[in-house]
């Protein structure tokens, strides 16, 4: 009589049979994963199972050896699995719950390593320059989005879909109907609703596994050293230059790098601000011009798309300094014009007078005057 | 003559162009038959002493002018001039 391929088996065989070179797999919820799994398991959610495991488990005549927190969904794996013809698997009775009372050893991920095994990041997984420990990166990166409007909308939706972690969105403002024109993170029915919020709620329907910080207040001298301080990197989608200068001089205090964009019309202009490694936002214009001679937006007008493909150029900057790969735009100003449909790049270089992050400033009481000072002086 | 490329902000001033041509051996003077040819440009671009205003930056194929010779940098015909003023818009 054939024997069943389907076994319940204490702890102690289950270390056993790993040892001796059996498959291991987790088919629990990537939460109860992250709270501490056997070395060397797979993670395999129960409702993933059927169009997997033939990736996992490539071999259905090797042991394997599955489970569960108590031992009870794992069966029911064991035996799906026998039914697509693996031979020998074992399901550890009484699960991780019974493997650790028994002091045996389990790891906590030190990242999340669900993140390997995650069909969502399965493009990114096959590239070398991303992988499992890129992805990895993504989901442990802090970045923080300076306005949630034309730059920062859709930066923010594919930082999200790439699996960034963390995504801080400071915005003090409402959803209004012209915004809508290009601010695509926001929508038709949240017309009045916090920036904030409406930009989480269309991250978290994007993707769960993202953390929204919502900061629903204006980016100002007194608050701008506190609210960067959490994060790895800003991403610059302000409207305004003194915003702009305020963001400058506490991201070089605080030596956090800046991808920065700006738009008008038909055309926009991108850079990165690495403090110290390359230029900074005064280095290439120390003081802002005067009003009159700078009109916004608002007054001057911009193609949607415009701000759309900036964003989105800001959000590859930020991708590759999380994972530090290619050439990050350091020292060079990357102008579009959307019209001609042409690129151009100038070189920019770090100014040693410049009042932020020249020799000068570095000293003790490195106080930076504010741009509007500085403009009337 | 030497191509100057207008920004966005200022192309209202320059009779709505993108480039124009102006002539001269060096970027000042090349700037001065520029705010020549149209006037509406010389408040935008150059101090009440004929320096180039600090929220405006101007490149010589590529290279910011400060870092060269500044105003006194050669110029060739076959040059290139981007100016290029700050711009703050985040839309």
Not at chain 1, 131 to 145: M, T, Y
Not at chain 2, 1 to 22: C, F, H, N, W, Y
């Amino acid at each position: 009589m054939r024997a069943s391929p389907v076994r319940e088996v204490t702890p102690a065989q289950a270390q056993e049979m790993i040892e001796d070179g059996a498959r291991l797999l987790d088919t629990r919820e990537p939460h109860e994963w992250r709270a501490g799994h056997l070395a060397g398991a797979t993670l395999l959610p129960p409702a993933e199972l059927p169009a997997r495991i033939a990736d996992v488990a490539p071999q259905p005549e090797q042991p394997v050896v599955i489970y569960c927190a108590s031992g009870v969904r794992s069966l029911r794996a064991a035996f799906q699995m026998a039914s697509l013809g693996y031979q020998d698997v074992v399901s550890v009775a009484g699960g991780i719950i019974r493997w650790k009372a028994e002091g045996r050893p389990v790891e906590i991920p030190s990242n999340t390593p669900a993140v390997a095994s995650n069909p969502r990041y399965a493009r990114h997984l096959v590239m070398p320059e991303v992988g499992p420990d890129g992805q990895a990166r993504l989901q442990q990166a802090r970045v923080l989005f300076i306005g949630a409007g034309g730059l920062g909308s859709p930066a923010l939706l594919y930082l999200a879909a790439a699996g960034v972690g963390t995504l801080g969105i400071v915005d003090f403002d409402v959803v209004d109907l012209s915004n809508l024109q290009r601010q695509v993170v926001h929508a038709d029915d949240r017309i009045g609703m916090k920036k904030t919020e409406s930009a989480a709620r269309t991250i978290n329907a994007l993707n769960p596994e993202t953390k929204v910080v919502q900061h629903q207040e204006m980016l100002t001298q007194e608050n701008v050293d506190r609210l960067i301080a959490d994060y790895e990197l800003v991403v610059d989608g302000t409207d305004t230059f003194e915003t702009r200068y305020t963001l400058n001089d506490a991201a070089v205090r605080a030596g956090i790098p800046v991808v920065h964009a700006s738009v008008f019309r038909f055309e926009g202009q991108l850079s990165v601000f690495v403090p110290f490694e390359g230029p900074c936002y005064r280095c290439l214009y120390p003081t802002p011009p005067p009003p009159e001679l700078a009109p916004g937006c608002s007054v001057a007008g911009v193609l949607g798309v415009v701000p759309g493909v900036m964003g989105l150029l800001q959000a590859t900057e930020a991708i590759k300094l999380i994972l530090g790969i290619g050439d990050p735009l350091v020292g060079r100003l990357l102008i579009w014009d959307a019209l001609d449909g042409s690129f151009s790049e100038v070189k920019l270089r770090r100014d040693p007078s410049c009042p932020a992050c020249g020799e000068g400033a570095l000293g003790a009481g490195a106080k930076h005057q504010p741009a509007t000072e500085l403009a009337s002086a | 003559m030497t191509m100057v490329r207008i920004p966005p902000v200022l192309r209202a001033q320059a009779g709505d162009s993108k480039q124009v041509e102006a002539a001269g051996d060096t970027v000042g003077a090349l700037l001065e038959d520029l705010v020549g040819r149209h006037p509406g440009l010389r408040e935008q671009l150059l101090d009440d002493d004929g320096g180039l205003h600090r929220f405006v930056n101007v490149y010589l194929n590529g290279q910011d002018v400060r870092y060269m010779d500044g105003l006194a940098t050669a110029v060739r015909e076959a040059d290139t001039l981007i100016i290029l003023p700050a711009m703050a818009g985040g839309a």
